[in-house]
């Protein structure tokens, strides 16, 4: 990811020094008031130096920063860009410098479920959970109008900017991978073909990368994405799931139908092996028939005992 932006290498002490010459000022403020106090006639000079000093305050207190754990500070001198601030700490820098700050810690967004179309141009509902997090301060602040979009300047606002356009290309790049796959393999004519239900790891995969290249002109990040929802659109969600119980029921019966053939041919191996009978073709293809139709009929079966000979 190509990058504008770069380490703050301006002036910038430690903002406890600052801090103990704010409180200095503040002492030296409050002896010469008092002395002022006690006089007749005030001099001049006192007179002037305790505004000057009140004016020195505010000046260095402008120019103390503090910056938290996975913190940044974008710094811009009167509209050219200085810098990035990342070191964390308290810190004290140019007063004229003004500062954006920017979270760089992982958030997650969770997409509400929106209508897509599949491959074969089934419609079906699909929805996404986003792990992100700003990797490129510059970008963030001045590649898109996040400053516009969030209103304020505030870092909340800023960030829900960040946010606002985080859903859109998500929304995006999500309608744009669920269109290149069929929803599963029924609506699939290749068997071969990854679908959305069976290629879980592959679909993240790409949606992830996708997820990156629409937001790198931002310069935010996408760690992780995985599709968390997936059904059928309710208008044809009654229709698929009829179709999926006549699949189911046909896998059942094929599964039955294989394990009765074994079974019957088993039963026949044996009888002949053993010596038990010796059956014509015709009495073997009706015990054939008499055990396809046990084995494979859904009721119970009722026997009936034949008090004759075989042939009668």
């Keep these: 990811m190509e990058t504008k932006e770069f380490e703050f290498k301006g002036f910038k002490i430690s903002g406890f020094i600052a801090l103990f010459l704010i409180l200095a000022v503040i002492a030296i403020d409050i002896i010469l008031f008092s002395k002022a106090t006690h006089m007749s006639s005030p001099d001049l000079l006192i007179g002037l130096t305790i505004p000057i000093s009140f004016l020195l305050i505010i000046f260095l207190a402008i120019g103390m920063v503090k910056l938290e754990p996975n913190e940044a500070r974008a710094l811009v001198f009167f509209g050219k860009y200085r810098g990035t601030l990342r070191e964390n700490g308290f810190w004290y820098i140019n007063p004229l410098l003004s500062k954006k700050r920017v979270s760089l810690r992982a958030r997650n967004f969770d997409a509400e479920a929106i209508k897509v179309n599949d491959k074969s141009g089934n419609p079906i509902l699909i929805g996404l959970v986003l792990v992100w997090r700003v990797k ?3 970008k963030s602040l001045f590649e898109i109008d996040s400053q516009t979009m969030s209103n304020q300047g505030s870092l ?3 960030m829900k900017a960040f946010e606002s356009f985080v859903k859109v290309q ?3 790049a999500l309608r744009q991978v669920a269109g290149r796959y069929n929803y599963d393999e029924n609506s699939n004519p290749n068997e071969n073909d990854v679908t959305l239900r069976s ?12 997820l990156n290249e629409r937001l790198s002109i931002a310069g935010i990040e996408a760690i992780e994405a995985r599709i968390n929802y997936l059904a059928y659109a309710p208008e044809i969600a009654a229709v698929m799931l009829r179709r999926q119980q006549a699949d189911a029921i ?5 599964k039955i139908v294989e394990g009765a053939v074994s079974m019957v041919k088993l039963a026949l191996d044996h009888l002949k092996e053993e010596g ?3 059956l014509d073709e015709e009495r073997k293809a009706a015990m054939v028939s008499n055990l396809l139709v046990v084995l494979c009929s859904e009721d ?7 008090a004759g000979t075989l042939y009668n």
């Design 199 to 210: 290629g879980a790891d592959e679909i993240n995969d790409e949606l992830t990368d996708t």
């Design 300 to 306: 119970n079966a009722q026997p009936i005992v034949n």
């Design 156 to 158: 909340s606002s800023t």
């Design 170 to 172: 998500a929304d995006a």
């Design 136 to 138: 490129d301060v510059y």
């Design 250 to 254: 046909i896998a059942a019966r094929e």
């Design 276 to 278: 038990v009978v010796e």
